[in-house]
């Protein structure tokens, strides 16, 4: 058994598929028939440039603008006159196609690398990219398709590019296993979006296996099997329809109200990153959305995005849940986002630097379009502003100020929105818990993001894995930071959400319960789990446990004694 | 042979995006087409070569056309590049 980190939940068992780095060495020999090689080369150029161009189509409808204009790059690049014109005199000297690729690639390739602009280094990974797709087509190699894969395949990769994750066909490939990656890696956020169990970080797995082994992929606990023992199969076969089982149970849920086990309501809302994302809230029985990130709008475009751009995407989702809450959070980025338009500066610290509501503040005609733009749909839904990173009472008041300054230009132009839209915090940093207080003073509405929330009161950075055992949502810190975020919010009779992914988890939720959260924002896919969690608990009991892990002092006796509640 | 000295408008420099507009319009003249920067020539009808010039924001360059439509080419491509090059 291998074990990797358990990245899309459920059970996959099928037959492997490698996707292995190819070896691209070959001979550096002397031509004589020197027009032959470069008509050999012209055509694996041809067959590049007009490929790309396919595949930058493809990637403009389906990924984003600034994605296709990458492999544009590529085909310009590729034909430069002092690249292919280059690599043709070298060719017309005596060289091979694939020693003169080689050699100017190498060249340019070193030449950006040296550069110190960020923007430049990263043109020396185009030309890696360029030169190999180039050398594939000179010595024949093909790459697997993988939308041709058969039904019952499991995916073993290095790394699952964009490239490849957008030609997986989700019927055919029932598990995946990669080398590299986390749970919040493009790979693992692609693998649950299509709901195929996956383990990532399983070191070395490529070279372990072979073609048509057998795999079992435990996307729930990380494990993988290859050529497992009978009794080892029959187990996992029956997990996995039991797997299925729960699924099909879960979908009792669909349509019911979010219940407790003493008939009090809560809801669960999702957490969505585009307005196509709102479709999948509803699909999967969200009844509002908790976090709307409209960082896509920044991070996937060519420009700033206008009023109007924004405008369409906030009314397409406000429209798309049908007059449910969307709480749309307004630009959550800094210094560790490269946004090529939007001027950051390299910090030190991006985390604790300028960003979200400090950079948006800073720069008020770019935080008024995006305010403005939320205003005016507000017109066609219920609309919620929710500024990130609030750290003390005068952030609050300036969004607020700025959307009364924008409710007051609307009234004038005589434009149609909600009077009574509402701004809220976010509840993220262990400055927002300590004045939870006065800030539930100000806001309209409180959301927990615990992902924030966890790594600002622990200070911990989680992608650092030497420290990353203590960003845990339940270190007593962060436990009580909640619990009290939770009582000043009450305390003003503002509803309290959050959106972090505590919300989702089976053993925080009867914590939450009993602390009084009110609505509780998840990915979509975890919808009906939550609600299934919720309704198991009673006030009571949920308050008798909340009351037994505070009094503990320790991550580990409290995860233990929640595991030992839980309710399955 | 005529010249002209340029300021780079665009924030980001000589990137991938105006650098290959402006490369393919310089390629659409008889007469050569040189950036000289920072103490040395780089050929305008290339878009690899200018890119290695890093050029940035705010850096002066010069542009020197020399052939048969030299003054037609330094007036168009001056123009393009004060005009932001498109972006």
């Known amino acids: 058994m291998y074990k990797g980190i358990a990245a899309s939940r459920g059970i996959g068992i099928g037959s492997i598929c490698r996707i292995v780095e190819q070896d691209l060495s070959f001979e550096a020999k002397l031509i004589s028939d020197t027009a032959a090689e470069k008509d050999r080369?012209?055509?694996?150029?041809?067959?590049?440039v007009e490929e790309t161009f396919a595949m930058a189509e493809d990637v403009r409808k389906n990924i984003g603008p600034q994605e296709a204009d990458i492999l544009m790059g590529h085909a310009i690049m590729i034909q430069d006159p002092a690249m292919s014109g280059e690599m043709f005199n070298m060719i017309d000297a005596g060289q091979c196609a694939e020693a003169a690729l080689t050699a100017v690639c190498d060249m340019f390739h070193g030449m950006f690398s040296a550069m110190d602009d960020e923007m430049m280094r990263q043109r020396a990974s185009d030309i890696a990219d360029v030169k190999v797709c180039i050398l594939k087509k000179l010595l024949g190699i093909?790459?697997?398709?993988?939308?041709?894969?058969?039904?019952?395949?499991?995916?073993?990769?290095?790394?699952?590019t964009p490239s490849m994750t957008s030609q997986i066909v989700k019927e055919n490939v029932v598990g995946i296993i990669t080398e590299i990656g986390g749970v919040t890696s493009h790979s693992a956020i692609l693998a649950r979006a299509l709901e195929i169990p996956a383990v990532l970080s399983v070191p070395g797995i490529v070279d372990l296996v072979e073609d048509k082994d057998t795999a079992?992929?435990?996307?729930t606990a990380g494990d993988v099997f290859i050529n497992p023992e009978g009794d080892v199969l029959s187990k996992y076969i029956i997990k996995r329809e039991e797997f299925i089982k729960k699924q099909a149970e879960l979908r009792k849920f669909i349509g019911k109200e979010t219940l407790t086990a003493d008939g009090d309501k809560l809801e669960i809302y999702c957490n969505i990153g585009t307005p196509k994302d709102a479709k999948k809230a509803m699909e999967c029985d969200g009844e509002g959305v908790g976090l709307f990130r409209t960082e896509f709008l920044f991070m996937d475009n060519t420009h700033l995005p206008t009023e109007d751009e924004q405008f369409e995407a906030y009314k397409e989702a406000l429209q798309t849940m049908e007059g449910k809450n969307v709480i749309i959070r307004t630009l959550d980025i800094g210094g560790d986002k490269d946004i090529p338009y939007m001027d950051f500066e390299k910090e030190d610290n991006p985390f604790l630097g300028f960003r979200a509501v400090r950079y948006c503040l800073a720069n008020p005609d770019m935080y008024k379009t995006q305010l403005r733009a939320?205003?005016?749909?507000?017109?066609?839904?219920?609309?919620?502003?929710?500024?990130p990173l609030v750290t003390n009472v005068e952030e609050v008041r300036k969004v607020k100020k700025l959307v009364e300054e924008i409710k007051a230009d609307l009234r004038k132009e005589g434009i149609a929105f909600d009077e009574g839209i509402e701004v809220g915090c976010m509840m993220e940093t262990a400055a927002s818990t300590m004045i939870a207080d006065l800030l539930a003073k100000e806001a309209d509405f409180f959301s927990i993001g615990?992902?924030?929330?966890?790594?600002?009161?622990?200070?911990?950075?989680?992608?650092?894995?030497?420290?990353?055992?203590?960003y845990s949502a339940f270190e007593p810190a962060v436990l009580r930071s909640i619990k009290r975020i939770i009582e000043c919010g009450k305390a003003e009779g503002i509803p309290v959400g959050m959106c972090g992914e505590a919300a989702a988890d089976p053993l925080m939720i009867p914590l939450l319960m009993s602390f009084g959260l009110d609505e509780y924002s998840v990915n979509p896919v975890l919808v009906l789990t939550a609600r299934c969690i919720i309704s198991k608990w009673t006030k009571a009991e949920a308050d008798a446990l909340a009351e037994k892990v505070l009094a503990m002092s320790t991550q580990e006796e409290i995860v233990a004694a929640l595991k030992a509640a839980a309710k399955e | 042979m005529v010249s002209k000295n340029i300021v780079i408008q665009d924030p980001l420099g000589m990137h991938m995006r105006p650098a290959s507009r402006l490369a393919k319009m310089a390629a659409g003249y008889d007469s050569s087409v040189k950036v000289n920067f920072n103490g040395k020539s780089f050929d305008c009808k290339s878009v690899m070569l200018l890119m290695t010039a890093c050029i940035k924001y705010n850096s002066e360059i010069e542009l020197v056309c020399d052939g048969p439509d030299e003054e037609k080419a330094l007036a168009e491509l001056s123009e393009f590049i004060e005009s932001g090059m498109g972006e």
Do not use: H
């Not at chain 1, 939320?374 to 500024?387: D, Q």
């Not at chain 1, 992902?451 to 055992?469: E, P, S």
């Open chain 1, 41 to 48: 080369f012209q055509k694996a150029i041809d067959d590049f």
């Open chain 1, 142 to 160: 093909q790459d697997i398709e993988i939308s041709k894969l058969p039904a019952g395949t499991v995916l073993v990769c290095k790394d699952l």
């Open chain 1, 216 to 219: 079992i992929v435990d996307g």
């Open chain 1, 374 to 387: 939320i205003v005016r749909a507000s017109a066609f839904g219920s609309a919620k502003i929710m500024v």
């Open chain 1, 450 to 470: 615990t992902n924030d929330l966890t790594g600002y009161t622990m200070g911990v950075d989680r992608g650092n894995a030497k420290v990353a055992y203590l």
